[in-house]
């Protein structure tokens, strides 16, 4: 069980994130959102067989393609080749779960499916090629999308409003991977990020105070940045000032308390 769990990246380790941090944006589009238990369950199921399936997917294409040591390597010398893809691409008998939700999640679901693979699996694998560390930051703004129809007839304002300043704070997190893997180049927009992020949502803001929520957390970022000698390690630690990923439950708690 314990090989299950950090091939799928359940449980993450030796510098590899766990595959269940990216339920914190269908999460958000929940609180955003009417309470619909049942939609919500199966769209959660959903994301989190996708996401099981990706990461086991991008580690057995790392260690092939690249002969990276990594979980994917270690259940292929424990079982083989074949049942380890095997084993990878099982949780996406989850997927379906999406039709007990809404057709356009259920196409925003497959629309994740196809940008994830086309990130890590080949002939695309777009991770090595220039632009292709903007695919998370676009998946995260989807999730909430995809989640936020599974409980609604239609998309608020508030939500499609939302969706620009979650691929800022994503994008934000895939340079502190970068920076991670030594490409010291984007120390400086690192730096700068959170000004965009600031000034959309004070113009945001004009219409609906909720973004405040936005400017508040761009703000910390801002200032923490500044002072901080090795922004790398953040990725790490997403709860202190320099990333404050904190922004999400506060848009999740402000949206609970205030619907539009």
């Not at 695919?135 to 007839?153: E, T, Y």
């Not at 910390?220 to 090795?230: D, I, K, S, T």
Request: glycine fraction near 6%.
């Amino acid at each position: 069980m314990r090989e299950l769990l950090l091939l799928y990246r359940v449980r993450g380790g030796r510098n590899k994130l766990s595959c269940l941090r990216f339920t914190v944006y269908p999460l958000l589009g929940f609180c955003l959102s009417p309470l619909r238990p049942l939609p919500l369950l199966a769209d959660l199921l959903a994301v989190v067989g996708g996401s099981m399936s990706a990461y086991a997917l991008n580690d057995y294409f790392d260690f092939r393609l690249r002969g990276e040591r990594n979980f994917s390597s270690e259940m292929v010398e424990r079982v083989g080749e074949g049942r380890t893809l095997l084993l990878a691409l099982l949780p996406l008998l989850l997927l379906p779960l999406g039709l007990l939700t809404s057709p356009p999640t259920l196409l925003l679901l497959l629309l994740l499916l196809l940008l994830t693979l086309s990130y890590s699996a080949p002939p695309l694998r777009l991770k090595e090629r220039g632009w292709g560390f903007l695919i998370p930051p676009l998946c995260a703004p989807l999730l909430v999308l995809q989640a936020h129809l599974a409980l609604s007839s239609s998309p608020s304002s508030r939500v499609l409003l939302l969706l620009p300043l979650l691929f800022l704070l994503q994008l934000q997190m895939e340079i502190l991977h970068l920076l991670d893997e030594g490409e010291g180049k984007w120390l400086a927009p690192l730096r700068l990020l959170p000004l965009p992020h600031l000034l959309l949502s004070l113009l945001l803001s004009l219409s609906d105070p909720f973004f405040l929520v936005g400017s508040l957390s761009a703000c910390v970022r801002l200032l923490a940045l500044r002072g901080e000698p090795n922004p790398s390690r953040l990725r790490r630690e997403p709860w202190k000032p320099g990333v404050f990923v904190e922004e999400l439950a506060l848009y999740g708690a402000v949206g609970l308390l205030f619907p539009p």
